[in-house]
């Protein structure tokens, strides 16, 4: 106590806090008041008068003055019955697909344990792995962003990896990856392999079959591209065994009454979201033709954005004149050395989408 009486405040915390942690940057979120907002991959779509109606009957009858069931059987109930699940697996909710990340990461944060996954891909792998002091080993994709095989199995091979992330679609890039390059991962580790599949309700692959054959995977899922990221509500299916130990970690009363109740209702009418996911599916093919005429190359996507790149360099120049134009999109460009001169453009509603082409457009034409 003596020592910290005459210390600067800046001084106490270069003291108490991680250097590793004092050099991150916290997760951005931009501020999209008042505009178009095609930055962070969500379903633009809202539910039609009637359901609006329903659920807000739902939250009225919810006791606020209760905590909430531990483990929402009846989301677990709905989640199995709209995404198939056989009751051979288990189901564990996370606070959205982060607090999951947390939790795997937690389960196997011993000692020198090593955290794995292609680069560039979601930020939070990385973030999450150095907040509980593990080694992250990150393994750059290809120039056309596929998996470097032989890179990655040398690397399980080298640092014999706890933890294994492999996002299917990928995140930021948009593509599925070969399944006989996840199958040679999959089959080189020791450690657990968790197919992400944030992206799914956009994609045409479907991995839940994967874990009849390994049991080391597990497949994680969340609801908020398919159009309730406001309930921050994910999920992690798997073998009993791996979620057993893992359940020790969740904290008590994760997902609250209203994301419950919420879940339940949007679940009974999960025919609404896949209806919105297939019109952004349409949209998606229309906006990638509409760039493609715009000179820009564009990389194929089974997501709910697109990536392109700018071949005139001017990747800042354009992300600023949409900004103008009260659109908001993510530059990647100076993320990672394979993003350069990219960006990522969530998919709208169309006029949304129409909006943007427009604003191109005349950043052509000045």
Partial sequence: MGDSVNMTLDQQVTRLIRPEIRALQAYPVADASGMIKLDAMENPYQWPEELV?????????????????PTAPEVIAGLRQA????????????????????????AVAQPGATVLAPEPGFVMYKMIATYLGLRYVAVNLQADFS????????????QQPALIFLAQPNNPTGNLWAEDDLHAIIQASQGIVVIDEAYLPFS???????????????????????GLAGLRLGLLIGRPAWL????KLRMPYNINVLTQASATFALQHYDVLQEQ???????REWLMLELERLSLIVFPSEANFVLVRCPDHNARALFEHL???KILIKCLDGGHPLLDQCLRITVGKPLENRALIEALQAYRSV
């Fill in 244 to 247: 057993h130990e893992i359940n």
């Fill in 147 to 158: 998996l470097d095989v032989e890179a990655m199995i040398a690397a399980i091979n080298a």
């Fill in 83 to 106: 995404m198939a699940i056989p009751d051979t697996y288990d189901v564990l909710l996370g606070n959205g697909s982060d607090e999951i990340i947390q939790l795997l990461a937690m």
């Fill in 53 to 69: 109606s329903d659920w807000q009957q739902r939250l009225a009858d919810c006791d606020l003055n209760r905590y909430p069931h």
């Fill in 323 to 325: 900004q103008q134009h």
């Fill in 204 to 226: 045409s692959r479907n991995h839940l079959s994967w874990l009849d054959r390994y049991e080391h995977v597990l497949v994680m899922r969340t609801l908020s591209k398919a």
């Fill in 277 to 283: 996911c297939e019109l952004l599916r349409q949209q």
